[in-house]
């Protein structure tokens, strides 16, 4: 079955700065990678996704990179704000059905 | 639009008791997903539903969980009997469809177990 893989598993950076947080899948039959954001106690919601026939998609100051080859997929936070606190999952699809394989989360912490 | 929504949203069980959550999806999506998220992981599917049938529980721990989703609407989740190792957030998601461009899952507030 599908293997997701996610570094860092915390990250701290300063107001401003950019966050950058990785993940590898084992199923190169993979196709739809989305990225949750979940704040303590509240349920996980979606802040972008990209299929495996787009490379990168941006909304506002998030964008995700796809590298099929690789089997990696990046989320990038742009000039970050303490609101953005909060865990991330990526998670990849396998070819095989609508099985969702989640990363193990990166804590995010945004420094004043 | 109404989110999913479910309860219990806190139980509280000592082991070898029972207990039943409950999800009610967005309305007219099909498909219908039980998490069990452990503190510290990430969801991990236990079961899909397809309206009211089985796409995939192989996850499952089929000796104590169950569950059903009767008129392809509203699901029940059970365990019986509860274990130590069963304390975890019980989330429900739903999505339009399971195919491609209509897999987005929402997810509910889930349910937080803790077994004493």
Known sequence: G?????????????????????????????????WYKQELGKRPQLIIDIRSNVGEK??????????????HFSLHITETQPEDSAVYFCAAKGGGGNKLTFGTGTQLKVEL | EAGVAQSPRYKIIEKRQS??????PISGHATLYWYQQI??????????????????????????????????????????????????????????????????????????????
């Not at chain 1, 941006?58 to 089997?71: E, F, G, P, S």
């Not at chain 2, 539903?49 to 009767?70: C, I, T, W, Y």
């Open chain 2, 39 to 116: 503190l510290g992981q990430g969801p991990k599917l236990l079961i899909q539903f397809q309206n009211n049938g089985v796409v995939d529980d192989s996850q499952l721990p089929k000796d104590r969980f169950s569950a059903e989703r009767l008129k392809g609407v509203d699901s029940t989740l059970k365990i019986q009997p509860a274990k130590l190792e069963d304390s975890a957030v019980y989330l429900c998601a739903s999505s339009l469809e399971g195919v491609s461009y209509q897999e987005t899952q929402y997810f509910g507030p889930g349910t937080r177990l803790l077994v004493l």
């Open chain 1, 58 to 71: 941006k909304d506002q100051r998030i964008a995700v990179t796809l590298n099929k080859t690789a089997k």
């Open chain 1, 2 to 34: 599908e293997n997701v893989e996610q570094h860092p598993s915390t990250l701290s950076v300063q107001e401003g700065d950019s966050a950058v947080i990785k993940c590898t899948y084992s199923d190169s039959a993979s196709n739809y990678f989305p």
């Open chain 2, 19 to 24: 207990v039943a959550f409950w999800c009610n």
